[in-house]
């Protein structure tokens, strides 16, 4: 182990950093969340669908919560409609090869949204070209768009119509948040549209 690293120390700094970012976000996200969840409780009934992608741990994020969705957060129940845009190698592979990387996301979007849809993009920095290009594709499409993001919102910010900004630079205290606010959506989400009341053992 290096000389003069303390991992005690670090342990204890680690938990000390994550609870001061979770009380700022707890403090700074309230109107946002419940103008975000509003928006997917209205995109769900209209028959819509929520659309989530994001890059390397965002897009696995992505996956997490789109499953949460389709699948079940806190009971059995009804599926709801959303789907990462992360997981078809085919698609992702033939996208990146004959368009570019920055159209991942877009092209996906403008191949699989439609109006009354709702396009949630994840990324610490909000300096993700691809998250980008897939906001100004919702935008164009009449698409409501939400971005997940940290470190003031980067260019990503001016793109997306709701914006949960975790007040941190910190990647890694961004990414808990980031599941943190996307888990309370979920959860959010099945009691409002009245299909769960809450937590229960299988």
Same mark, same amino acid.
């Given at each position: 182990?290096?000389?003069?690293?303390?991992?005690?120390?670090?342990?204890?700094?680690?938990?000390?950093?994550? /609870?001061?970012?979770?009380?700022?976000?707890?403090?700074?996200?309230?109107?946002?969340?419940? /103008?975000?969840?509003?928006?997917?409780?209205?995109?769900?009934?209209?028959?819509?669908?929520?659309?989530?992608?994001?890059?390397?741990?965002?897009?696995?994020?992505?996956?997490?919560?789109?499953?949460?969705?389709?699948?079940?957060?806190?009971?059995?129940?009804?599926?709801?409609?959303?789907?990462?845009?992360?997981?078809?190698?085919?698609?992702?592979?033939?996208?990146?090869?004959?368009?570019?990387?920055?159209?991942?996301?877009?092209?996906?979007?403008?191949?699989?949204?439609?109006?009354?849809?709702?396009?949630?993009?994840?990324?610490?920095?909000?300096?993700?070209?691809?998250?980008?290009?897939?906001?100004?594709?919702? /935008?164009?499409?009449?698409?409501?768009?939400?971005?997940?993001?940290?470190?003031?919102?980067?260019?990503?910010?001016?793109?997306?119509?709701?914006?949960?900004?975790?007040?941190?630079?910190?990647?890694? /205290?961004?990414?808990?948040?980031?599941?943190?606010?996307?888990?309370?959506?979920?959860?959010?989400?099945?009691?409002?549209?009245?299909?769960?009341?809450?937590?229960?053992?299988?």
């Amino acid at each position: 182990m290096t000389s003069g690293f303390d991992p005690k120390t670090y342990y204890q700094a680690e938990f000390v950093e994550h /609870r001061a970012v979770a009380e700022a976000t707890h403090r700074a996200l309230e109107a946002q969340f419940v /103008r975000l969840l509003a928006q997917a409780v209205a995109t769900i009934n209209g028959g819509g669908k929520l659309l989530f992608f994001g890059n390397g741990g965002s897009a696995s994020d992505a996956q997490h919560l789109a499953t949460e969705l389709t699948v079940r957060y806190i009971k059995n129940r009804p599926a709801i409609a959303a789907i990462a845009l992360t997981t078809d190698t085919s698609a992702l592979t033939a996208i990146g090869n004959d368009l570019g990387f920055q159209y991942l996301f877009s092209r996906q979007v403008e191949a699989l949204g439609k109006p009354g849809d709702l396009a949630i993009g994840i990324s610490t920095s909000g300096n993700s070209p691809n998250v980008i290009e897939a906001f100004k594709t919702a /935008r164009k499409m009449g698409i409501v768009s939400a971005l997940f993001g940290g470190k003031g919102g980067g260019p990503a910010l001016a793109h997306a119509d709701i914006a949960l900004i975790v007040p941190s630079d910190t990647t890694a /205290r961004i990414q808990e948040m980031h599941i943190t606010l996307g888990q309370a959506l979920c959860g959010g989400l099945e009691r409002a549209l009245g299909i769960s009341e809450g937590p229960s053992t299988p």
